[in-house]
């Protein structure tokens, strides 16, 4: 498998989350600056399987809850949140197969975790506090931001942009901004 791009974008601020994806399983976190172009990459994910339509990017884009599945045979799945670009759990909750998992935004201050779970994350690291509410109907599903391989457009800066990927290139408006096709594996520590 060749290197994909996913991509979430802020609905209210100039800020977008890649997910680099690839060789298989493996994913690197990047945080896109949309207003000046600039890209901070962060953590890498390996051996795992990250359920993209249930996964999202808060309004803000200073979050990211996301659902994955390790690749080890009988181990649980999880629904973490995420402090962008790295994947490190702020907030993390063990699921038992793949029916419940993963998450939505709701403005201003709530993320929609599909399952059972209800409660108030008062974590001390989190610069706000979320109120985590249950959707029991389990049709939860992010819009599709991430869905790159065709054309789509989005407002970056002052304009509007067409966005499309070619393996791991980023390209606007027919030319190629960013190239992450080659980059490698590194351990990185989160600041928090």
């Not at 249950?134 to 002052?158: K, M, V």
Request: net charge negative.
């Amino acid at each position: 498998m060749g290197v994909k791009l996913h991509i979430w974008f802020a609905k209210s601020a100039p800020v977008a989350l890649i997910l680099r994806e690839g060789p298989k399983h493996t994913y690197e976190m990047i945080k896109w600056n949309t207003k000046d172009n600039i890209f901070e990459r962060g953590q890498w994910l390996k051996k795992k399987k990250i359920y993209l339509d249930r996964s999202d990017l808060s309004h803000d884009g200073e979050y990211f809850v996301y659902f994955y599945l390790d690749k080890k045979p009988m181990t649980p799945t999880h629904t973490v949140l995420s402090k962008p670009p790295y994947f490190t759990a702020l907030h993390h909750e063990l699921e038992e197969g793949t029916y419940t998992g993963g998450g939505v935004f709701v403005p201003p201050d709530t993320v929609v975790f599909r399952g059972d779970h209800m409660r108030r994350i008062t974590n001390p690291i989190l610069s706000k506090v979320f109120q985590i509410t249950p959707d029991n109907s389990q049709l939860i599903r992010t819009t599709c931001d991430f869905c790159i391989y065709g054309e789509n457009q989005h407002d970056i800066g002052e304009r509007t942009v067409a966005i499309t990927s070619d393996g791991g290139k980023l390209v606007v408006d027919g030319e190629v901004l960013e190239d992450f096709t080659d980059d490698k594996f590194v351990a990185v520590k989160p600041p928090h």
